[in-house]
């Protein structure tokens, strides 16, 4: 076609069907794309459409939505997570991220409130709240980058009313349950349960502890791998000290734990423990135990949430009541309010 015909900006290419215009974008590049037109006046028309909307956002500094699809944003999401996640938590995004990318409309532009509402009401029929909340969770952040990346106008999953999730019960062993449980575990499972009930640690920072980390001589081991992404340092105990001195040392870089899978410690930890008639428990209910103990030998809530890696002292509460020095603190502060209320005895 000659040049002449394509300087109004509509034009039809040789190698594919169908109508095209030419623009220069509000950045000032030049732009060609196909746009659903069936004759040259339909074309002209759709182009005018993209130049008044450029001259609009233009004047009033505001962006259309891009046409980026959901699963491209998600996959950009995704890689912008590796660098902010640790290894193991990324590695459970990918099952999210599938579940969101079925659910949700093609263009990331059609999410809507409605589209986010309607996924929490269908999701809350067949998984827990609390998966509904992360799944939730991670579409909100996927959206919120979506605005800062300019493909997106808003973030519709924001402020998106969630089931409300069941506190449960932060499930303990007794001292006699967990030496049960340790009796009946095989080999490869007691070093991580002993530590998590010893320590406090995570499942994950126990599992990816190397040797380089681990400071027997002064006690302690180094967590580079925390689920807040800081470093923090553990001290042990002598109970503690004697599991990691049990086990065969590696490198340096080598894992303490090697041969364990994440996955296949938490279902094996359940069976065992079913075994030995323990009900409600999981591995991390080890770590209840740890913080458990601490605060009914006294230890304060502060001092406890130091040792668990908590960020707020609102998350260490949850033991609160297992306190005998804060429950007595707190009920005998009645003495004072009904003091002389009692009548003399007769």
């Known amino acids: 076609m000659p040049k002449a015909k394509e300087r109004d900006g509509v034009f039809q290419r040789k190698d594919r069907s169908g109508w095209w215009v030419s623009y220069v974008d509000g950045s000032g590049t030049r732009k060609k794309e ?5 004759t040259r006046t339909q074309a002209m028309t759709a182009l005018a459409q993209i130049k008044t909307r450029i001259e609009r956002e233009s004047i009033l500094g505001v962006k259309s939505a891009s046409e980026i699809t959901t699963a491209d944003l998600l996959a950009r999401f995704k890689a912008y997570q590796k660098a902010h996640l640790r290894p193991t938590t990324f590695a ?3 099952g999210i991220l599938e579940t ?5 409309p093609v263009q990331a532009k059609e999410i809507t409130r409605g589209v986010v509402a309607a996924y929490i009401l ?3 029929e ?3 709240a609390g998966s509904v909340a992360k799944e939730v969770s991670t579409l909100r952040h996927a959206l919120r980058l979506a605005v800062e990346w300019e493909l997106l106008t808003a973030n519709p999953a924001q402020g998106a009313k969630l089931p409300k999730q069941s506190e449960g019960r932060t499930r303990y062993l007794s001292p006699t349950e967990f030496k049960a449980a340790l009796e009946a575990a095989p080999e490869w499972m007691r070093g991580p349960m002993a530590l998590a009930a010893f320590t406090g640690m995570r499942r994950g920072e126990i599992l990816g502890l190397c040797w380089k980390d681990v400071d027997l001589a002064h006690q302690r081991v180094y967590l580079t791998e925390t689920k807040n992404g800081t470093l923090r340092v553990v001290a042990l105990n002598a109970l503690a000290v004697q599991v990691l001195q049990s086990l065969p040392v590696g490198c340096p870089g080598q ?5 364990v899978d994440a996955a296949r410690l938490s279902v094996y930890t359940r069976r065992v423990f079913a075994s030995v008639g323990i009900a409600d428990a999981s591995f991390h209910s080890l770590r209840h135990t740890a913080a458990s103990w601490l605060v009914m030998e006294g230890v304060d809530l502060y001092a406890v949430g130091q040792i668990l890696g908590h960020k707020t002292p609102r998350m260490t509460q949850r033991y609160a009541h297992l306190s005998p020095g804060y429950m007595a603190a707190a009920v ?5 309010v ?3 209320a009692l009548p003399e005895p007769k």
């Open 34 to 38: 196909k746009v659903t037109a069936a």
């Open 92 to 94: 459970r995004l990918d």
């Open 100 to 104: 969101l990318k079925a659910a949700l």
């Open 122 to 124: 269908k999701r809350s």
């Open 126 to 128: 067949t998984v827990s």
């Open 255 to 259: 894992l303490v734990f090697p041969d």
């Open 332 to 336: 005998n502060k009645l003495d004072g």
């Open 338 to 340: 009904f003091a002389g």
